[in-house]
């Protein structure tokens, strides 16, 4: 996926602040103040919500599609994002083969499925988040007939499992 529907990583860097110390408890300032973070890959593209903007409606639907398989990839390594977005994929066109590629690019409301978290916790946490509906019902909202969203069998599965309606408000089936 790196490279490819992910950017690559460069470096992990930290932005140091200072190495003095806090007054009342002789601990290192840059406990508190150093900022951690991660150097990735440059993506030059439009944004997947300005798809109608940049892209020929004809290549909607697999643009979109793109952005979903990304989103059911990633959950398949047992990662889910609690904040996806449209906003959060870049879309580009490979200069090779003229087609649009699709990269997400936002993952800092992503979490790993913890080593003791049940199967049920985890899909019930997954259907919560519908990560995948989050992307598929948008676009198709915004695209108004450029693009048909069909949920995956593995998310309808989930809906079917935890939210009952699909169409209807988020309603939880709590197994106590």
Same mark, same amino acid.
């Given at each position: 996926?790196?490279?490819?529907?992910?950017?690559?990583?460069?470096?992990?860097?930290?932005?140091?602040s200072s190495s003095a110390c806090a007054?009342?408890?002789?601990?290192?300032?840059?406990?508190?103040?150093?900022?951690?973070?991660?150097?990735?890959?440059?993506?030059?593209?439009?944004?997947?919500?300005?798809?109608?903007?940049?892209?020929?409606?004809?290549?909607?639907?697999?643009?979109?599609?793109?952005?979903?398989?990304?989103?059911?990839? #990633? +959950?398949?390594?047992?990662? %889910?994002?609690? /904040?996806?977005?449209?906003?959060?994929?870049?879309?580009?066109?490979?200069? =090779?083969?003229?087609?649009?590629?699709?990269?997400?690019?936002?993952?800092?409301?992503?979490?790993?499925?913890?080593?003791?978290?049940?199967?049920?916790?985890?899909?019930e946490w997954k259907a919560?988040?519908?990560?995948?509906?989050? #992307? +598929?019902?948008?676009?198709? %909202?915004?695209? /108004?007939?450029?693009?048909?969203?069909?949920?995956?069998?593995?998310?309808? =599965?989930?809906?079917?499992?935890?939210?009952?309606?699909?169409?209807?408000?988020?309603?939880?089936?709590?197994?106590?």
């Amino acid at each position: 996926m790196e490279g490819l529907t992910i950017p690559r990583l460069s470096a992990v860097v930290r932005l140091g602040s200072s190495s003095a110390c806090a007054p009342s408890t002789h601990t290192p300032l840059n406990v508190y103040l150093d900022c951690p973070g991660i150097l990735l890959e440059y993506i030059e593209g439009f944004p997947l919500t300005d798809i109608a903007l940049h892209a020929p409606r004809e290549d909607w639907q697999q643009i979109c599609e793109d952005a979903i398989q990304i989103i059911n990839r #990633i +959950g398949d390594r047992h990662i %889910r994002n609690e /904040d996806v977005k449209t906003r959060s994929f870049i879309v580009r066109k490979d200069p =090779q083969s003229e087609k649009f590629r699709v990269c997400m690019v936002d993952f800092g409301s992503c979490v790993l499925r913890k080593p003791d978290e049940s199967d049920d916790e985890w899909r019930e946490w997954k259907a919560m988040q519908d990560e995948e509906g989050a #992307i +598929g019902l948008v676009m198709q %909202r915004q695209l /108004d007939g450029g693009f048909k969203y069909t949920r995956s069998p593995e998310s309808k =599965q989930l809906m079917d499992e935890f939210q009952g309606e699909d169409s209807g408000p988020l309603v939880v089936k709590w197994k106590g």
